[in-house]
């Protein structure tokens, strides 16, 4: 089978090649060639040296091809699964995203706030014609979309096969909620791989509501234990009395809404903004790779990564006491172990739950059929189905629908470049404190 991945040069690239070669699963519906597509050519070199270096070094039989292109179509053309993480604008791009809104005292996060709205205007165009491209060359492929806002990206792009009658193709995957769930497991005592977690939300917008351990919901006996609960990051970063409030495990970036004050005066208080750090964390790697020399490529890519996951969220970390993360902290479980769990079920019917951004269906009382949430889902041979979430507290789905009309308004005006559009969704964002800002925010992005 083939998987192309969109932004093959980028970054992470690396780590769903690693899944892939440490995939022991039956022969069948296994990834046997990777094809990378990216639109600059020395990043796809940068990356395919790193690859070349992980595959000499993995012992077993089954490495996959690797190939790369900067050609879209000849990228899709038979390809069984379709990777999306792109970035438009690079890091540029997203540094803008921070400083502009920074600039007028609000936030200025990449997919939070007012920088994911911009991310967003910037970014969904080209996601469509992705979308448009695929449902064209390859309209059998699954997209696996990463690529972030990934709610409002992974909607936008689900709007496109389902026009079309493709049916829901279009999943959406983060690391976030699997993350969160296997600390909140491993603070109990408990294998977070026979856990079962009940989790609601939007992307980057959620709560682990309980973990069941053995039939019993275990998220109590956590929440009743300071000393367990900020055992982990997301207890130290939200603190024991708070979360005994909401009763909840918020995802890390609802640290943005709850502590927002605290957040924004960490950023602005920065040396540089996470975007520029990493433009300047990156740009060293991808100048240090040479394709003639794998291993040493291999090398700057492993400390470059092993630093961009001790420094992640620093600034929210700083914020609540300037702790550091911890080796279980760093254990994300990966979105791309997310990734490839997802495609072992589709491609094996190996049935499975995985918390997934999809079109709610039902799962959400009080959002609508085709608005993407990010709740655990039955995955197999016919896709990704959402599961009941049932009753939502009243300030989670009122959250929710606050956030989901900002993403709407912002497919809004990408798809037609409607400056009240894109106004409405700056201004009815709950980070952004006004209309003037909002309107100042977009004159200052340009576009509109």
Known sequence: MRLTVLGGGGFRVPLVHRALLEDEGDDAGRITELVLHDTDSGRLDAVTAVLSHQAAQH?????????????????????????SAIRVGGLEGRTRDERVPLAEGVLGQETVGAGGVLYGLRTLPVAVRIAERVAEVAPDAWIINFTN????????MSRVFRERGLGERVIGICDSPVGLCRRAARALGADPDRADYDYVGLNHLGWLRGVVVDGRDRLPELLANGDLLESFEEGRLFGADWLRALGALPNEYLHYYYFNREA?????????????????????????????DPAGSYDAWDRTRREREETYMAESREATGGWKRDSCDLDSGGYDRVALALMRAVARNERTTLILNVPNRTAVPGLDAEAVVEVPCLVDAGGARPLSAGAVSPDQLGLMLQVKAVERATIEAAADGSRSAALRALALHPLVDSVRVAGRILDSAGGF
């Open 59 to 83: 012992e077993g039989r089954r490495v996959p091809a690797v190939r790369a292109t900067t050609d879209l179509d000849e990228a899709l053309r038979g390809a069984d699964f379709v990777f």
């Open 149 to 156: 806002p990934a709610g409002m990206v992974t909607e936008a």
């Open 264 to 292: 924004v005066a960490a950023v602005r208080g920065s040396r540089a903004t996470r975007g520029e750090f990493l433009r300047e964390q990156q740009s060293r790697f991808y100048e240090a790779s040479r394709p003639a």
